[in-house]
């Protein structure tokens, strides 16, 4: 799946070799200092994942979901989204699912978003880089405007009025 | 900070050995946190390693002219236009976003424009932007994008320029 990536970092690491050699050599030190350096940050982060997917598999969120209640249903679907972490390969067919069973793109929305946006998970890493407060502010703001767009999703699908 | 590293290093080790007794005894919660564990260890072991050598390349070669031009004080509406293309092209998640942002800020971009790489790069991926419309349809996507990236930059700004006043400076050295 990433296979260009791969592509991408390997081309520009031999041109960057062909053309300074030193300064290559100096570019890979700082890649490993700074992954190894970050990477305790990046466990913690991947231990509490494996927990909360454990606890809140997806069938759990699936049926909060599909609350009947539209107000209720966004405010889990933020809940959810803030509190774990998903790839998007699978969020997005998971989001699928749920939107042939019924459930509102105000809701899809609401969880996507934070899904993507507000990171309780990565707060870990997210802290070593800009330090507590600017973390926990960028993380509230982010699950207002997340708010905000499954308002205006739901304006926009006809699901709200 | 040193008591911090000890809470650490045993609430790691209670887990790893939880795992690996759960292995043992067949317990299966245990199991399937491992199983988790896994499966992101492979996926972020996949991803990091490119984007860390793509950041080291990063700040060899590019100069600090060059990042002030686009991302910094004087880049103007600019900054935040390149902010979101760079951010398009960001693969993984927000927590590729974080080193990049970093490496952006130490040489020059301002505030505002990394906060706005940060948050587009949570929403405005492209391959996930068109995964995502391939599931629950071009028009939720459109929307999204359209309403999301305008307060985005928006409280970018707003953060920005509340940091700045502060004298807020992302000090750690990663």
């Known amino acids: ?89 699978i969020a997005f067919p998971l989001c699928g699912i749920l939107l042939k069973k019924g459930v509102l793109y105000m809701v899809l929305a609401a969880f996507t978003t934070t899904l993507m946006m507000v990171g309780v998970l990565t707060y870990p890493i997210e802290k070593e880089y800009f330090g507590i407060k600017v973390t926990i502010i960028r993380n509230i703001i982010s699950f207002f405007i997340a708010l905000v767009i499954a308002v205006m999703i739901g304006i926009f699908f006809g699901e709200i009025f | 900070m040193k008591r911090d590293n000890i809470v650490k290093i045993v609430s790691i080790s209670c887990y790893a050995l939880f795992l690996i007794v759960s292995w043992i005894f067949g317990f299966n919660p245990g199991k399937q946190i491992g199983l988790n564990f896994i499966t992101f260890s492979v996926d972020m072991l996949i991803i990091l390693p490119c984007a860390f050598i793509l950041i080291g390349l990063f700040e060899v070669w590019v100069k600090r ?38 490496s952006l800020y130490s040489k020059g971009a301002k505030l505002s424009v990394i906060f706005t ?43 920005g320029n509340y940091l700045t006043k502060r004298n807020y400076k992302i000090t750690e050295a990663k």
């Open chain 1, 1 to 89: 799946m990433h296979y260009y990536l791969y592509g991408i970092a390997g081309l520009a690491l031999l041109v960057s070799f062909i053309v300074n050699r030193e300064k290559t050599l100096k570019a890979v030190k700082i890649a490993a200092k700074r992954f190894v350096n970050i990477l305790p940050a990046f466990l913690t982060m991947i231990i509490l994942v494996s927990i909360v997917l454990f606890l809140i598999p997806d069938k759990v969120i699936a049926n909060y979901l599909g609350s009947d209640n539209k107000f209720f249903g966004v405010l889990f679907a933020s809940f959810f989204g803030s509190i774990t972490l998903m790839p998007g390969f």
């Open chain 2, 65 to 102: 002219e060059t990042v002030e031009k686009h991302f910094g004080e004087e880049s103007g509406i600019r900054g935040y236009i390149w902010g979101v293309l760079l951010a398009g092209t960001t693969v993984g998640g927000i927590y590729v976003a974080f080193p990049v942002a970093y």
């Open chain 2, 117 to 159: 790489y940060i948050g587009a790069s949570a929403i405005c991926r492209i391959p996930m932007a068109i995964f995502e419309a391939s599931f629950l349809g071009i028009k939720f996507t459109a929307i999204r994008l359209l309403v999301s990236l305008p307060l985005v930059i928006i409280a970018s700004i707003l953060l």
